[in-house]
């Protein structure tokens, strides 16, 4: 009998990104609180007649080889606990490529939770983490899910209360944005007087106040991806007009936010992008 394992992959929004200094080993500290969407990719695995790890998608622009995150967490999960046996991974795309919200990370994290369901190793979440953390900052809070505030690169994680429910509306243009690059442009000087307030982010899904939440969302990486790609402003600007309040960049962009109570305004506002991008998404905090 072929056993068959499904993961879905969530995406994940900052609700708050400051970023602290720079560390010595050349990575940023940051200060964050993310929390996950109801935007998902969909993974399938199954134990292969081979030794490898073969990986396919309906996507055209998601690599099969050792440039998807998902391929390089399954060959350190292989690695990690001496798995000779070959898998096949089945990715199917919903969360856009190189948008901010960790799409990547959230498929490696997926597959080190399906492999461990797989192959019946029964690792704790931890030693997930553990091997999530060698592929990327974003892949241990994937694994975890949730609401969570995120230290050091991100890796470092103290749960938090969900934020009140509510509609998000998403907008990704049509660019992808490097992380990598939005980083090199970072002037830590430029921010010092903009950090946003992470502790009134925190109250505030401490007290599930959602309209004080919207008041304090900040991304120090906004203005940053804006001088590079201006479509984020023009976004931003189409999101506000409908009637959005506090719209924000998520990560490193493209893709803008806004957290919205009333379905009627969020569908106003969803409306209001479908002619300006293709990737516009209305969707649910998961909790």
């Not at 000779?84 to 498929?107: C, F, Q, R, W």
């Not at 492999?115 to 592929?135: C, K, S, T, W, Y």
């Amino acid at each position: 009998m072929v056993i068959v394992i499904f993961e879905k992959a969530p995406a994940k929004i900052n609700l708050s990104l400051d970023v602290l200094h720079k560390r010595d080993d050349g990575y940023h500290e940051v200060e964050m609180v993310l929390t996950t969407i109801d935007l998902s990719d969909r993974l399938k695995f199954e134990k292969a007649n081979h030794n490898g790890i073969a990986m396919v998608s309906q996507s055209r622009y998601v690599p099969n080889d050792n440039r998807n995150l998902a391929y390089q967490a399954a060959e350190l999960f292989k690695k990690r606990f001496n798995i000779e046996t070959g898998v096949n991974i089945h990715i199917e795309k919903h969360i856009p490529i190189a948008a901010g919200l960790a799409g990547g990370s959230s498929d490696a994290a997926a597959t080190l939770r399906g492999l461990n369901r797989l192959f019946d190793i029964h690792a704790p979440l931890n030693v997930l983490q553990e091997i999530g953390e060698e592929i990327g900052s974003d892949v241990p809070f994937c694994i975890q899910g949730g609401t969570a505030l995120g230290k050091g690169r991100g890796e470092i994680l103290k749960p938090l209360p969900s934020p009140p429910p509510c509609w998000v509306i998403l907008a990704k243009p049509a660019i992808g944005v490097s992380t990598q690059s939005v980083y090199s442009q970072l002037n830590l000087d430029d921010i010092a007087l903009a950090h946003p307030n992470t502790s009134k982010v925190i109250e505030a899904l401490e007290k599930q106040d959602l309209n004080e939440l919207i008041d304090h969302l900040g991304n120090v990486l906004e203005p940053v991806t804006i001088t590079m790609h201006k479509e984020v402003a023009r976004i931003k600007e189409i999101m506000t007009r409908a009637g959005a309040k506090g719209a924000m960049m998520s990560g490193s962009g493209p893709t803008v936010f806004a957290l919205v109570k009333q379905e009627s305004k969020a569908e106003r506002i969803y409306n209001s992008l479908k002619g300006y991008c293709k990737d516009v998404y209305k969707v649910r905090i998961l909790r």
